[in-house]
């Protein structure tokens, strides 16, 4: 097997590994939803989570939104969010949400078609690696397709195999490299199965799934290669020729510090001044 078809495969079982931690967030619209973006599920200590970006899982339209659970069922979002949007509109840089489930809903997830990513998948403090392996696997809601004549739509998943941006071109799209992470977005790429470069779809509403990471190609779990999460994508700047994704130590933090559970090293950035404004709720 050529090195090439060798990278290819191992991107794809890792792409596909991640997708297994992505829930699509979606609205519901009887006799079907409306998909909306993508989350990540995450499991710490005894406590479930969803992490997306704050203008995805904003305060106003947090009580309308649902996430796949059991038996093909959608689950309302009865918990406790925090997010840096108060709706879709907020103007605001720093871009994340964190919701944590009320216990009554866990037993409509955890035997769904999705797993929980737990804290040896989350790397804090991560320092970029300029010539590195990053991955992005989610859901855009151009790529769901509504299914004739039933009540539901499928789902195609968008795997890129990307590379971060220098820290210049940070500073020169007035992104803090502490706060983001810019990696590339080529509009030909060749797909995972083939040589021959394509003119990749847009990726609206990629928004809300995970940017990893792959320290070592040869360090393997089970025939996948060992990945971490780094961060959560938020923007898209196509005309520019980069992705957006916030570092996850701003999840990680408000695990830390509002609920209190004390699971990761604090992050290496002065965390509190660097938000604005926070809004957050209960449903129970």
């Known amino acids: 097997m050529k090195v090439e078809e060798k990278l290819n495969l191992l991107t794809q079982s890792v792409a596909n590994k991640a997708l297994q931690f992505t829930p699509i967030i979606s609205l519901p619209n009887p006799p079907s939803a409306i998909p909306l973006g993508s989350g990540l599920f995450l499991k710490i200590k005894d406590s479930y989570f969803l992490a997306s970006a704050g203008h995805l899982l904003n305060f106003e339209d947090w009580p309308k939104l649902t996430v796949p659970g059991n038996n093909d069922t959608l689950v309302n979002l009865n918990g406790v969010l925090i997010t840096t949007f108060e709706n879709g509109k907020t103007d605001s840089d720093v871009d994340f949400a964190v919701f944590k489930?009320?216990?009554r809903q866990i037993k409509h997830l955890i035997d769904g078609h999705y797993n929980f990513i737990d804290c040896s998948d989350i790397k804090v403090n991560h320092?970029?690696?300029?010539?590195?392996?990053?991955i992005i696997a989610g859901y855009p809601v151009n790529g769901v397709k509504k299914t004739a004549g039933k009540a539901e739509f499928k789902p195609i998943p968008a795997k890129f195999l990307t590379y971060p941006l220098k820290h210049k071109k940070h500073k020169n799209n007035n992104f803090n490299p502490n706060h983001f992470i810019l990696v590339k977005y080529q509009r030909k790429v060749a797909p995972l199965n083939s040589s021959e470069k394509q003119i990749t779809r847009e990726l609206k509403g990629?928004?809300?799934s995970g940017l990893w990471h792959i320290p070592n190609w040869k360090d393997l779990n089970n025939g996948v290669p060992k990945f971490q999460l780094v961060g959560i994508m938020t923007e898209n700047?196509?005309?520019k020729g980069f992705l957006v994704a916030i570092r996850i130590d701003f999840i990680t933090e408000i695990i830390n510090q509002i609920f209190d559970l004390n699971a990761f090293e604090n992050s290496q950035f002065e965390f509190n001044g660097s938000i604005k404004q926070i809004y957050g709720g209960e449903i129970k």
């Open 237 to 239: 700047h196509k005309n």
């Open 206 to 208: 990629i928004s809300g």
């Open 127 to 134: 320092k970029v690696e300029e010539n590195g392996y990053y």
């Open 101 to 103: 489930f009320a216990e």
